[in-house]
Every structure is written in C-alpha cells, then in structure tokens.
C-alpha cells in the first residue's frame, strides 16, 4: 500500500518514488499495489473530485487499485483491507496451482478431516521443485 494525503497533493506527488523505493526492497516479487488516499473526511465532496481524478490517474500509472479511507471516521477502511486478504488469497492460490501444474501433478490439501471426534492435517504431496 501507498498511502498518500488527500488533503496534500504534494503527498500525491511522491508515491511513484515511494513504489520505486518499496519493489527495490523486495526484489523478485510481484506486490498487489495499491494507492490509498487518506483523511477523506478532511475535504468537501467538490475539492475531493478533483484530488480523485488525479489519483486515478496515478494509480493507473503505477498499475494500483485506487482506495480513499477515512481512518478518523472509518470509511472504507474494513472494505480496503477485505480486499487486500482477497486478493492476496487469490494470489496465493494461483501460483500453489501453476505452479503445481507446470510440474504435472496436483497438490490436493486435505486439513481438519474430523475422524473419531479428532482433527487430522495432512500435510500437501508437492514435488520438491514445489517444496521451495
């Protein structure tokens, strides 16, 4: 997440630099991005149209979802965080499944069969290339 304040387009400004800095960090890895405008409760509905369209804009440069939340207030902050959990769960779930398919078999799970009033976990059969 690339949070930013609405009520400074400076801030705004910044947040390609800040996702530049982030994924030089985090080498090798292909982040869910996404660009939060905060303090949305600061502004009037008209002055914030005007802010949106250009962090729409921003956003779609740096290949981001576009949220504005209100942390004082609490707006859109529960939806934005579902949303990253979906996402990241979505994510997690592709790559188990390709890359489980790109060595020709399927990793199947197994967790909290009830036997006997017990709970069994078994563990997932993956190939070692897929163990890493």
Not at 36 to 41: F, L, N, P
Not at 78 to 89: D, I, K, S
Request: one cysteine or more.
């Amino acid at each position: 997440m690339i949070v930013f304040d609405v009520t400074n387009i400076v801030t705004l400004a910044h947040t390609a630099q800040w996702l530049e800095e982030a994924k030089q960090a985090n080498l090798g890895l292909n982040p869910l991005v996404f660009l939060v405008g905060t303090k949305r409760d600061l502004m009037s509905e008209g002055a914030y149209q005007q802010i949106e369209t250009q962090a729409r804009r921003v956003a779609q440069g740096l290949g981001a979802e576009y949220w504005a939340v209100s942390s004082k207030t609490g707006d859109n902050v529960e939806a934005l965080f579902l949303r990253v959990a979906a996402l990241a769960f979505n994510q997690a779930v592709l790559q188990e499944v390709q890359g489980c398919e790109t060595h020709k078999h399927t990793a199947t799970v197994k967790i909290g069969e009830k036997l006997d009033n017990t709970y069994e976990t078994r563990k997932r059969s993956k190939c070692a290339a897929c163990r890493k």
